[in-house]
């Protein structure tokens, strides 16, 4: 448990030294509101097929918030980019990343929650690894299955969770 | 000339008559008896390939594959995100694994299982505390002492520690925290090594209980920031060697109390560095004997150091000098996700591609062989014991 308290300071230390208190705040309202939203977006159903891939279709391996996930999309397992799909269990535990936006020219720290308790989706397999590192740096590692602290520790899938905007060094 | 085709169609008619009437007195076929096959002499060529089945990673297994005849001998199961490895003499295969209480879900179950790979019966397990590392596999999730007294297993809850168990009486010795480290790489009858966060190497040695009886950090040898280390080692005459992102050969002599490196050196020329770069699952394979290193190398920038290798390069260990590139496209294969080499004298590289097919090359020479489809879903790791 030390070490996990540990990993949580340093995440969270390290994420505050990246993140404004009001970048924060303005991304978590931006957050509720896209997700309030997102239902009522067109979506483009067609990722595996000849379509161009598109950097803002959560349901595409390009969409760029997925910069880092090596797994699954919940977008195409029944759930969303922010959502499990139903009847599955949200890890508490995640690996974080930071991806840039096209669409605002902002990067973003992004948690990669695993959705757990039911056998792998098998669905639009993603595998980006932007700034990933190894098993000895377990909060940036996709490799580990996040599910390893549920109840339910099967994998599913995986999500992009926004928590912030990333401080330019 | 009107009667010609009377007469063939009538000749075709006896020929058919003669050949049924033969049929009809040759012996019926033996009742038959229903047998488990039996192994035959193993041979350096044989391969254990892991099949992490990821779209169904309750399901991962093992399949034992002849280089030499190109055929799949047997199968060991392996449960659920499983690591496989095998013992110092060949003769048995642990697998280290989860399953649950009702296949997928349900209560978790975490064990290490013991293969008697002359028959690929499971002879016996022990239950583990359920801290195992799910992770992807890699020679150094679970692990034998080099006396094969020992059996250690990687804990990532995510608090990294590691158990030791006791494989002749079957029983967990213990645990040891490695806080900062990961993974179990193991050296000697008592030592085990973790890759560090810091860039170190951490060595526990342990006492003959399996308690641990000291404990020593390394310098750094590598920078987890701006030129990580693959954790997928490649076993050396004297340790092992860990591949950079960028390309560097870092290689560690584990024969002493500590942990000793040898001077960094490139896989790639200064006009390569940073668009050429070792990327798979499992990084490289080495032909102790040849001192010769094989690892999968393909163009790309940050973040695809778990793309494929196009091409398989070639190095001389003691000259550092690249022998060779073998594309791998030409001969049909896709990229290349892992590869393996055995130590005999007429060696075969095993190449697994990320379309799920091994490639058998000829090690000496790169002359594809054979390509094996489907050898499995996702085959990420193959050991040679």
Not at chain 1, 94 to 117: A, E, K, L, M, Q
Request: hydrophobic share 40%.
């Amino acid at each position: 448990m030390r070490s996990l308290d540990h990993l949580f300071e340093t995440s969270s230390r390290s994420l505050a030294r990246r993140t404004s208190r009001r970048s924060l705040i303005a991304t978590l309202g931006q957050l509720l509101t896209g997700a309030a939203l997102l239902p009522l977006l067109p979506v483009d159903r067609a990722w595996a097929g000849d379509a161009k891939p598109r950097v803002d279709d959560p349901n595409s391996c390009e969409y760029w918030r997925y910069c880092a996930i090596d797994g699954f999309l919940c977008s195409c397992c029944g759930g969303t980019s922010t959502s499990c799909p139903p009847g599955t269990s949200p890890s508490p535990i995640t690996w974080i990343g930071t991806c840039h936006n096209p669409g605002d020219g902002r990067d973003y720290i992004v948690s990669y929650n695993d959705c757990c308790g039911k056998t792998s989706c098998g669905n639009c397999k993603c595998n980006r690894n932007e700034r990933e590192k190894p098993t000895y740096r377990p909060s940036r590692n996709n490799d580990l299955n996040w599910c390893m602290a549920n109840s339910d520790a099967n994998y599913h899938c995986s999500v992009s969770v926004i928590l912030g905007v990333a401080e330019k060094k | 000339m009107r009667s010609a085709p009377l007469l063939c169609v009538a000749m075709l008619g006896v020929a058919l008559s003669v050949r049924a009437l033969a049929a009809s007195v040759a012996s019926p076929l033996p009742a038959e008896h229903l047998s488990v096959e039996r192994l035959p002499a193993k041979t350096p060529h044989w391969i254990y390939v892991f099949d992490n089945a990821f779209s169904n990673e309750i399901d991962s297994r093992v399949h034992l594959f002849d280089g030499d005849t190109y055929r799949r001998l047997g199968q060991i199961d392996a449960g659920f995100n499983g690591s496989v490895t095998e013992s110092p003499d060949g003769a048995t295969t642990v697998i280290a694994t989860t399953y649950f209480s009702r296949g997928s879900r349900g209560a978790r179950t975490d064990v290490v299982e013991f293969t008697d790979n002359a028959t690929l019966a499971t002879t016996h397990e022990i239950v583990l505390p359920p801290k195992r590392a799910m992770t992807v596999p890699n020679i150094f999730n679970v692990a034998y002492s080099a006396d094969g007294h020992f059996v250690y297993v990687a804990y990532i809850t995510p608090a990294a520690s590691f158990g030791v168990l006791d494989p002749a009486h079957g029983t967990v010795l213990g645990e040891i925290d490695t806080a900062g480290c990961a993974l179990v790489i193991p050296s000697g009858p008592n030592r085990v090594s973790s890759l560090c966060e810091s860039g170190r190497l951490l060595t526990v040695t342990l006492d003959a209980a399996g308690h641990e009886a000291s404990r020593a950090l390394s310098e750094p040898f590598f920078d987890a920031d701006a030129d990580p280390v693959f954790v997928q080692g490649i076993p050396t005459a004297a340790g092992f060697a860990f591949l950079s992102f960028l390309g560097e050969v870092h290689e560690v002599d584990f024969t002493g109390a500590q942990p000793a490196f040898a001077p960094a050196w490139s896989l790639v020329a200064p006009a390569e560095k940073g668009k050429w770069r070792p990327g798979a699952m499992q990084v490289g394979a080495i032909h102790r004997g040849l001192k010769r290193l094989y690892v999968p190398m393909h163009v790309g920038g940050e973040g695809t150091h778990k793309d494929g290798g196009t091409e398989i390069w070639v190095f001389d260990l003691v000259t550092h000098r690249r022998l060779a590139r073998w594309p791998m496209h030409i001969d049909g294969a896709s990229p290349v996700l892992a590869v393996q080499v055995s130590q005999d004298a007429a060696p075969l590289l095993f190449a697994a591609t990320d379309s799920s097919d091994v490639a058998v090359l000829d090690a000496l020479t790169g002359h594809v062989k054979h390509i094996e489809k489907h050898l499995g879903q996702t085959p990420w790791l193959m050991l040679n014991p």
